[in-house]
Structure formats: structure tokens, C-alpha cells
């Protein structure tokens, strides 16, 4: 499904429209850790593969391509991811998701890139992050 607005994608960077959806194979992760919790808060986030950044509507950068989702709970729910348990510092599993809302962060300073979950084609049963 397209949407009318996924012309406009570069006309206001930083700003989040309707997009038509992407598919996207990578690792999610849910840290709860207090170096994460402080710099990202407790949110889940999203490492597409290396060979899929090119899909994602934002400026070219060196660093790494990543975000969190903008709806949270709904991100969790379709992802399965397990409650916070007090032995680990939180939950990753490869997925495939579909995104339909992305919005780059171009600010100066701390802040990630984030964006709508839609859907969850597949996601593999979730590993325990150790705590370093």
C-alpha cells in the first residue's frame, strides 16, 4: 500500500509523514541496563542489516543505522518481547518488520532516529542480553 504523501519524504527532515512501508530484516533489542535506560530510555529499538540502511529515508552517515519505535507498547506486544527480569540486562531476536513512519533525528547532540512499527512478519524467540 503507498501513500500520496511518500513524495514528500525529504521536504521536512526531522519531520515524520506517511510513507509507503518498508520491510526490514535485523536485531531488536530491549535493554534495560543503566547505561542504555540513561542515554535511550526504555524503549525497544531496532538494528536493521548492513545491506538494508539504504532503504531507510535518512541522510547518509557513517555511523550505524538504527532507531527505536515511536509506538512502544504496540512494538513490544507484536514482538513478543519478554517482561524485565533482574538476572539479565534485557532481550534481543532477529525479526522481520514492516515500518510505515520514519523520522531521522538531525539535531545536534544525544537522540536517535525512530520509527512506526506496523507490523512483524517473523521474529525469532528472544536471547537474554547478559550484563556486563
Given at each position: 500500500?503507498?501513500?500520496?504523501?511518500?513524495?514528500?519524504?525529504?521536504?521536512?527532515?526531522?519531520?515524520?509523514?506517511?510513507?509507503?512501508?518498508?520491510?526490514?530484516?535485523?536485531?531488536?533489542?530491549?535493554?534495560?541496563d543503566e547505561m542504555s535506560l540513561?542515554?535511550?530510555?526504555?524503549?525497544?529499538?531496532?538494528?536493521?542489516?548492513?545491506?538494508?540502511?539504504?532503504?531507510?529515508?535518512?541522510?547518509?552517515?557513517?555511523?550505524?543505522?538504527?532507531?527505536?519505535?515511536?509506538?512502544?507498547?504496540?512494538?513490544?506486544?507484536?514482538?513478543?518481547?519478554?517482561?524485565?527480569?533482574?538476572?539479565?540486562?534485557?532481550?534481543?531476536?532477529?525479526?522481520?518488520?514492516?515500518?510505515?513512519?520514519?523520522?531521522?533525528?538531525?539535531?545536534?547532540?544525544?537522540?536517535?532516529?525512530?520509527?512506526?512499527?506496523?507490523?512483524?512478519?517473523?521474529?525469532?524467540?528472544?536471547?537474554?542480553?547478559?550484563?556486563?
Amino acid at each position: 500500500m503507498a501513500y500520496a504523501l511518500g513524495t514528500l519524504l525529504c521536504q521536512f527532515p526531522g519531520q515524520a509523514q506517511a510513507q509507503p512501508p518498508i520491510v526490514l530484516d535485523g536485531l531488536y533489542s530491549a535493554r534495560t541496563d543503566e547505561m542504555s535506560l540513561e542515554i535511550i530510555g526504555n524503549r525497544v529499538c531496532f538494528a536493521p542489516d548492513k545491506a538494508q540502511w539504504g532503504r531507510l529515508p535518512r541522510p547518509a552517515a557513517s555511523h550505524a543505522a538504527w532507531f527505536c519505535f515511536s509506538n512502544d507498547a504496540e512494538a513490544r506486544r507484536q514482538l513478543r518481547v519478554p517482561a524485565r527480569q533482574a538476572d539479565n540486562c534485557g532481550w534481543q531476536a532477529r525479526a522481520r518488520i514492516v515500518i510505515d513512519t520514519y523520522q531521522p533525528y538531525v539535531e545536534q547532540g544525544d537522540g536517535n532516529d525512530m520509527a512506526r512499527l506496523a507490523s512483524v512478519i517473523k521474529v525469532a524467540q528472544p536471547n537474554a542480553i547478559a550484563c556486563e
